[in-house]
């Protein structure tokens, strides 16, 4: 487990080096596709490929009132890293820290997952789980991921899974 989180980290911080805003990542030099709401990027050294995608809805509450606050990028991903023998890892963040030991809510039209979470990001705790997820997110039409902050704020992200699975499939093959 801390092997995954270690990989999802130094992956995440590559995508996040040259990005500033939830789009940011489709300008990108390594983004080699788009798909509807999903985009494709590729590495090359170590070989590396992602799908992601950012919400097309966020709600962020407290005490059970909208509140106004200020996130980081919000990215729900999907990677693929052939030396490490990774296929389909999921990822979230949510822009902001997590409330320690807390977990974050996937709902795909009906199906619920539990991901764990350390600092900013949040993971399926099995290859496993992994693989359910994303057959999940083939199948679906939605995403609705629900976390709290380390600050007490409720949070509701919403995904399109229009392109997912090309995009994830395009992902997948560029890392073989």
Same mark, same amino acid.
Request: some cysteine.
């Given at each position: 487990?801390?092997? !995954? &989180? /270690?990989?999802?980290?130094?992956?995440?911080?590559? =995508?996040? #080096?040259?990005?500033?805003?939830?789009? /940011?990542?489709?300008?990108?030099?390594?983004?080699?596709? +788009?798909?509807? #709401?999903?985009?494709?990027? $590729?590495?090359?050294?170590?070989? $590396?490929?992602?799908?992601?995608?950012?919400?097309?809805?966020?709600?962020?509450?407290?005490?059970?009132?909208?509140?106004?606050?200020?996130?980081?990028? &919000?990215?729900?991903?999907?990677?693929? !890293?052939?030396?490490?023998?990774?296929?389909?890892?999921?990822?979230?963040?949510?822009?902001?820290? *997590? /409330?320690?030991?807390?977990?974050?809510?996937?709902? =795909?039209?009906?199906?619920?997952? $539990?991901?764990? +979470?350390?600092?900013?990001?949040?993971?399926?705790?099995?290859?496993?789980?992994?693989?359910? =997820?994303?057959?999940?997110?083939?199948?679906?039409?939605?995403?609705?991921?629900?976390? !709290?902050?380390? !600050?007490?704020?409720?949070?509701?992200?919403? *995904?399109?899974?229009?392109?997912?699975?090309?995009?994830?499939?395009?992902?997948?093959?560029?890392?073989?």
């Amino acid at each position: 487990m801390v092997l !995954r &989180i /270690a990989q999802t980290m130094a992956c995440a911080a590559m =995508i996040f #080096a040259g990005t500033t805003g939830a789009y /940011a990542q489709q300008t990108s030099t390594n983004q080699v596709a +788009t798909k509807t #709401a999903w985009a494709v990027f $590729e590495d090359a050294n170590p070989k $590396e490929c992602w799908a992601v995608s950012s919400p097309k809805e966020t709600v962020n509450s407290k005490d059970g009132r909208v509140v106004a606050v200020r996130r980081g990028d &919000i990215l729900l991903m999907a990677f693929f !890293r052939p030396a490490a023998n990774v296929s389909g890892q999921v990822a979230f963040t949510g822009g902001y820290p *997590f /409330a320690p030991g807390s977990t974050v809510n996937l709902t =795909i039209d009906g199906s619920s997952f $539990e991901l764990f +979470t350390e600092g900013e990001w949040a993971w399926a705790a099995s290859a496993a789980d992994d693989a359910k =997820i994303v057959t999940a997110l083939k199948r679906g039409s939605g995403a609705v991921l629900t976390a !709290r902050s380390a !600050r007490g704020t409720q949070t509701k992200d919403t *995904f399109s899974l229009s392109g997912f699975t090309a995009a994830v499939e395009d992902a997948e093959t560029r890392c073989k």
